[in-house]
């Protein structure tokens, strides 16, 4: 029994030196000195930015085309304004691609070029004419297309996304590009301001 209780004690002893000597080693462990921490600037939290808006529709994805080809990699996002209720001018879809083909032919001798022919969904090949918030407009538009023969356009009522595109930190460059590109689209603003860093 003694020899039981001898082994014990030198068990204990033996632990409680390994414990000791682990938490001296933790102990001696330094914490590395920052070099040159003086020389450490937290950067603003706050940067200058160009907004860019209010686009919706048609005018929507022709701002995304234009602004894609300034190449502004990392600098880039677009907003969610809103959700609208805005009134769809359009030509419903057509079975075959040939009637579609057909009726942008006829759209196009008439003079009329600004439609995008829709790709997926529901909605492939039909033709969207005019996305317009008003709905006096809408109708006084769908009036002249008739007249002009297009008897097969319709209006109708669809909620859309509003978006605002944001430059951070623009460049002189790009500031200029900006400016010409706002002035194409016609209602748009182009505003300087700062936004919340990425």
Not at 56 to 63: E, I, K, P, S
Not at 172 to 193: D, N, P, R, Y
Request: charged share 25%; proline share 3%.
């Amino acid at each position: 029994m003694k020899i039981i209780f001898y082994l014990f004690l030198i068990v204990n002893v033996v632990f409680v030196v390994i414990i000791h000597f682990s938490a001296d080693n933790q102990a001696n462990i330094k914490t590395p000195r920052l070099l040159n921490s003086e020389k450490i600037k937290l950067l603003p939290t706050r940067v200058s930015c160009l907004e860019w808006g209010d686009f919706f529709g048609n005018d929507l994805r022709r701002a995304e085309t234009a602004i894609t080809g300034l190449e502004l990699s990392g600098k880039l996002s677009q907003n969610l304004i809103d959700v609208i209720a805005a009134y769809w001018v359009y030509i419903p879809p057509f079975s075959r691609t040939r009637d579609t083909n057909r009726e942008i032919r006829k759209l196009k001798k008439l003079g009329i070029d600004n439609f995008q022919v829709q790709e997926e969904g529901a909605w492939h090949n039909a033709i969207s004419l005019a996305v317009l918030r008003d709905k006096l407009a809408a109708q006084i538009l769908l009036a002249e297309l008739k007249n002009k023969g297009i008897a097969k356009a319709t209006i109708g009522e669809r909620n859309i996304k509003q978006i605002k595109f944001v430059i951070r930190e623009p460049t002189v460059g790009v500031h200029a590009k900006m400016k010409i590109m706002a002035e194409k689209f016609v209602g748009s603003q182009l505003v300087a301001t700062t936004c919340a860093r990425l």
